[in-house]
């Protein structure tokens, strides 16, 4: 079993930055893909940003493209999500996910990350 525990979100000014973090413990950290999805009131939980359990290849969402920055140190067993010129309409609750996903191209899908977060809240305003 993994446990993940996000922190870094608030409450920023449109054009800010934040990073994320996600710390996982239980089961060899660097065998899991890592992802980042987020859910906006009302809304799907929507996938952000992925990361292969290599660290070699990553995958975004076309609307946070250029902007946000996944990485990942497995010696802190630690995934980040690093988010610049952020927008209003990224306000929402941001989950760090993991999973045995063993594919060069990280998944895009909740449906193969087996664990999540409890997630942190990021609320951009105007």
């Known amino acids: 079993q993994v446990q993940l525990v996000e922190s870094g979100g608030g409450l920023v000014q449109a054009g800010d930055s934040l990073r994320l973090s996600c710390v996982a413990s239980g089961r060899t950290f660097s065998a899991y893909a890592m992802g980042w999805f987020r859910q906006a009131p009302g809304k799907e939980r929507d996938f952000v940003a992925a990361m292969n359990w290599r660290g070699t290849n990553t995958a975004y969402a076309d609307s946070v493209k250029g902007r946000f920055t996944i990485s990942r140190d497995n010696a802190k067993n630690t995934v980040y999500l690093q988010m610049n010129s952020l927008k209003p309409e990224d306000t929402a609750v941001y989950f760090c996910?993991?999973?045995?996903?063993?594919?060069?191209?990280?998944?895009?899908?909740?449906?193969?990350?087996?664990?999540w977060g409890q997630g942190t809240q990021v609320t951009v305003s105007s």
């Open positions: 996910a993991a999973g045995q996903v063993a594919t060069i191209v990280p998944s895009t899908s909740r449906s193969r990350y087996a664990h």
